[in-house]
């Protein structure tokens, strides 16, 4: 089965309306646009050069898809379920291509090099994975981000800022509805719905954004987590070393 109709399974056992998402994506939309107008992606965004078929060659420095003007969204009819269905293409990520990439290293390699070495960014305090039924592979991030926060001896309440992916608004959705989060520190800048989904990519660059989310607010802890197609899911619980 498609992996909306997990999605549209999962809406239905939680109840997570149509309404719900929509509100989501436009949320996530609406964060994405403001969090490039302020510039809160410059420190993570790299300048790729594209060349056209006629040979002119652009940089792009700025997201297209969190530029788009999305309209009226509760027009749109359901993308899996075509009767009953509440995901749409607006309300679920889109298909797109990015990099993300960070450099890990020991506190042992940093101590060797304190001459030359940068400072880090953050530090892992845990990391964690988790599994369930596939068609349950919407909410098993919220198993994963518990038993990281768990292995971090970190409660819940101190996490200042979450980067959850957004496969699905119902996925985000959900999960803020089961971890009982506060919205407001979900996906700060916005998330896959708004900024794309590229596979084998996003892992990493919601951990990417994070960091920098973390830096940019002065703020210290922070989780992220992801779901996979087959049930399962991985959350790190990071700590700010600025």
Not at 69 to 96: C, E, V, Y
Not at 227 to 241: F, K
Request: hydrophobic share 45%; net charge positive; with cysteine.
């Amino acid at each position: 089965k498609a992996m909306g109709l997990a999605g549209e399974h999962c809406a239905r056992e939680m109840n997570v309306s149509r309404q719900n998402q929509d509100a989501f994506a436009k949320e996530s939309y609406r964060r994405a646009k403001e969090a490039h107008k302020m510039g809160r992606f410059k420190a993570e965004i790299v300048p790729v050069e594209v060349k056209s078929r006629r040979g002119k060659v652009s940089v792009l420095t700025v997201d297209e898809e969190c530029e788009r003007k999305i309209g009226d969204i509760s027009k749109l009819r359901p993308a899996f379920d075509r009767k009953n269905g509440t995901i749409t293409a607006m309300n679920a990520s889109t298909i797109s291509d990015g990099a993300a990439a960070l450099v890990l290293v020991s506190s042992r390699f940093l101590s060797k090099r304190r001459d030359r070495a940068k400072a880090p960014l953050c530090r892992i305090l845990s990391a964690a994975d988790s599994a369930q039924a596939p068609i349950w592979f919407t909410t098993a991030p919220a198993k994963a981000v518990l038993s990281a926060l768990e292995r971090a001896k970190v409660p819940l309440s101190s996490i200042e800022v979450f980067e959850l992916n957004e496969a699905f608004s119902v996925v985000a959705c959900a999960l803020t509805k089961i971890l009982s989060l506060d919205p407001a520190k979900v996906n700060v800048n916005g998330g896959a719905v708004a900024l794309g989904h590229p596979l084998g990519c996003s892992g990493a660059r919601i951990v990417v954004s994070l960091i920098h989310a973390l830096l940019q607010r002065k703020q210290r802890l922070g989780a992220a987590g992801i779901c996979n197609g087959g049930g399962g899911a991985s959350a790190l619980v990071i700590e700010s070393c600025k």
